[in-house]
């Protein structure tokens, strides 16, 4: 059985930092892309960053130079360290795994406010 496991969440005052945790486990064949994705209030989800399995990476415009995200593929795992953090970067975060197929964890809640 698959299982996403996000950890990290919670609240933070702007300008804090938080890392996030994703540990996938039961996922059949090799782990291609992974990728942390968000949803606010009343907004659609979006895209925050994605990792290869080979090392290429990609933030979006809005979190560049703030967020990093990266991998440890030997224990399927993925982070993102989110630092500088604004009131616009509430929002739930999803951990999402391309294998064979896409898989999506259940989120993790990010409230930033003072």
């Known amino acids: 059985q698959v299982h996403l496991v996000e950890s990290g969440g919670g609240l933070v005052q702007p300008g804090g930092s938080l890392r996030l945790s994703c540990a996938a486990s039961?996922?059949?064949?090799?782990?291609?892309?992974m990728s942390w994705y968000r949803r606010a209030p009343g907004k659609q989800r979006e895209l925050v960053a994605f990792?290869?399995?080979?090392?290429?990476?990609h933030h979006a415009d809005s979190v560049k130079g703030r967020f990093t995200i990266s991998r440890n593929n030997a224990q399927n795992t993925m982070y993102l360290q989110m630092n500088s953090l604004k009131p616009e970067d509430t929002a739930v975060y999803y951990c999402?795994?391309?294998?064979?197929?896409?898989?999506w964890g259940q989120g993790t809640q990010v409230t930033v406010s003072s």
């Open positions: 999402n795994v391309l294998a064979s197929t896409y898989y």
């Open positions: 039961g996922i059949i064949g090799s782990i291609k892309t």
């Open positions: 990792i290869t399995s080979s090392g290429v990476i």
